[in-house]
């Protein structure tokens, strides 16, 4: 088991925003986060990357518990955020914004391996490379942020709504590059609002209702059951 989380409790003041989650991710696995808006979702992967501190639980990876831990240590030790609106640095370049993803690095060929590795995956932002980031398209934008954040070389990547504001067409071709990338060896846990998505590439999902989880088990098991294709696929 790579990552645990256990009892997870996090209150944005009086509001319960997580009510004692638990839920494991296991290495090589594409693991689905579904669930309603303020089900809890981006709070999950808030609290795993240190930008949010629970008030009860604990984050087990590796043997280490993340709860007390910094952000940036959480991402020196392998797992990496892509967050919901992929908050890119708009007034630097794609490169510039690529480069600050591997700034806990050191080795600076290694760094350059990441970043021809990057660029063979994503060849349009090496098209773009001195393209301010700001003027990206949305499709250009997510495919930045993930770049950006496969240049820490992480071995957990958390993936906050992918497929939010794109195109059909985009989004077929994001979920394409998050299976890629976990064949790669990236262990993913994706939060996603496009529960059909999700579901069609993930091995597992949780399915989160108002800061519990209400259901888990096998992604094709859930896609399949009654509950969820009338809550979150849209079927009658």
Do not use: W
């Not at 319960?16 to 839920?23: D, P």
């Amino acid at each position: 088991m790579l990552l645990e989380v256990n009892n997870l409790h996090v209150s944005y003041g009086a509001i319960r925003a997580l009510a004692g989650i638990s839920f494991t991710l296991n290495k090589g696995e594409i693991v689905a986060l579904i669930g309603a808006n303020g089900a809890g979702k981006s709070t999950t992967l808030c609290t795993i990357s240190g930008l949010i501190k629970p008030a009860q639980g604990s984050i087990m990876f590796k043997n280490m518990d993340l709860v007390k831990m910094p952000p940036h240590k959480i991402v020196n030790l392998g797992i990496s955020q892509v967050p919901e609106g992929r908050r890119v640095f708009p007034d630097m370049t794609v490169l510039e914004n690529l480069e600050m993803g591997a700034y806990t690095r050191k080795n600076r060929s290694e760094i350059k391996e990441s970043l021809k590795n990057v660029f063979q995956r994503f060849p349009r932002l090496e098209e773009r490379k001195h393209q301010l980031a700001g003027t990206l398209s949305g499709g250009e934008q997510q495919m930045l942020a993930m770049g950006r954040a496969l240049m820490s070389k992480p071995e957990v990547m958390l993936l906050d709504e992918p497929s939010m504001g794109l195109a059909p067409m985009l989004v077929k071709e994001i979920f394409e590059i998050i299976k890629d990338i976990n064949r790669s060896g990236t262990t993913i846990l994706l939060v996603e609002q496009n529960a059909h998505m999700a579901l069609s590439i993930a091995h597992r999902a949780y399915v989160l209702e108002t800061g519990e989880i209400a259901l888990s088990g096998r992604a094709e098991e859930l896609a399949n059951n009654e509950q969820v294709r009338k809550a979150y696929l849209g079927e009658d």
